[in-house]
């Protein structure tokens, strides 16, 4: 029968002793290496029973309790700041930058409404103007948009400019600029053509407010009622146009650009979950919290390893009986002992997110509130 290795009681790390050697270099994680082995050795019942595995198990399983703490703590600072993460370098040292959260993507997600709204966004809006032919109602602006360059159906019309201008631009203000020359003072800026906001020293703003309605009123009873309808980018005017050479000006937007808006140049940059550059921790900045997790998940490991090793062999010859092993009993105890210590770390993290922090702290105002309203009130005498 093969002789079956067992600890020897002691160990001494060395780099390259672990698979990988992620933290083989960290001065500390050298030398609570050989502690860890120690202390899960004589949690497995050493030196009372033999344990059948080497120094090279122990620091394995070390190896990947840090590891494994390292993936959950940071794929929590994923989910709690993608939202500010995605769309920024991938070159960024997310672990050693103090995250400001930001509304970059949320404004970025935004920019559909309002190219929908017309108040700006992602896509750009173009200018054209339809020429009016007399007697000629109905225009196919899929037509017109070859004529311009573009696909037949590519786009989409945003706004039609058929109404005459305000009543205020057509306002002609008799009180404007006598004796002052506030009339070119306006015009100076720009609001030359707008009524002069000096009447209130004669009359009231209702009588501004009257000739705006008389101008409108105008426009609306004697002359015609200029309107029009798109369907299926099929444009009709109303009334028919009755001289030839007329204008209408229109706003619209391609829908390829619209499409295309969807997506951006991921090069260099943050594009999902996968390629967050989170690296491995680094152990000797771990606190004794995250040590603590740590030892007991690499002995939960270790169980689990041992127990697949005893059941290779499934009972040992002793001198007159046979010793069955707990295979079964190791790995069990091992697997409960995995899943609680994940969702007690998860649950730990969860506690200590930014949304459930900032509630602890407003129960926290409002229990001091309370507590302060017990305090008598003192009566000063003078």
Request: glycine fraction near 8%; include cysteine; charge should be negative.
């Amino acid at each position: 029968m093969a002789v079956i290795p067992i600890w020897p009681g002691s160990s001494s790390f060395a780099s390259g002793s672990t698979p990988f050697g992620f933290y083989d270099s960290d001065l500390e994680f050298q030398q609570d290496a050989d502690k860890v082995a120690n202390f899960c050795a004589r949690r497995l019942g050493y030196p009372i029973v033999d344990v059948e595995l080497q120094d090279l198990n122990f620091f394995a399983a070390f190896e990947e309790a840090v590891t494994t703490y390292g993936n959950e703590l940071y794929a929590y600072q994923v989910r709690e700041n993608f939202l500010s993460l995605e769309g920024a370098s991938d070159t960024v040292d997310v672990k050693n930058t103090l995250l400001t959260p930001t509304l970059n993507r949320i404004i970025d997600f935004s920019q559909q409404y309002g190219v929908e709204a017309g108040v700006g966004g992602n896509v750009e809006y173009y200018d054209g103007l339809v020429g009016l032919s007399a007697s000629v109602q109905d225009y196919d602006l899929n037509a017109w948009a070859v004529e311009q360059g573009h696909d037949s159906g590519d786009i989409e019309i945003k706004r039609v400019f058929y109404e005459s201008p305000p009543a205020i631009v057509r306002y002609f203000d008799p009180y404007a600029g006598t004796g002052t020359d506030l009339q070119g003072l306006l015009s100076t800026f720009g609001f030359g053509s707008y009524s002069p906001g000096i009447n209130f020293l004669m009359m009231p703003i209702s009588y501004d407010l009257q000739k705006l309605q008389a101008i409108d009123f105008n426009d609306q009873i004697r002359k015609s009622n200029y309107s029009f309808e798109i369907k299926n980018n099929k444009l009709t005017i109303f009334p028919i146009p009755k001289l030839t050479g007329g204008a209408l000006k229109i706003q619209y937007i391609l829908k390829s650009e619209r499409a295309s808006a969807a997506f951006q140049d991921g090069a260099n940059k943050i594009t999902d979950v996968s390629n967050v550059p989170y690296t491995n921790p680094v152990y000797s900045k771990i606190n004794s919290v995250g040590r603590s997790w740590m030892f007991e998940y690499t002995l939960s490991l270790v169980k689990e390893m041992l127990g697949y090793v005893r059941g290779k062999y499934g009972s040992v010859p002793i001198p007159g009986d046979t010793v069955t092993l707990n295979q079964s009993d190791l790995i069990t105890a091992a697997t409960s002992e995995k899943t609680a210590l994940i969702e007690r770390l998860r649950t730990y993290f969860d506690e200590t997110s930014r949304k459930n922090l900032l509630e602890a702290r407003t129960q926290e105002t409002e229990f001091r509130k309370q507590e302060l309203n017990e305090v008598p009130f003192t009566i000063y005498i003078s």
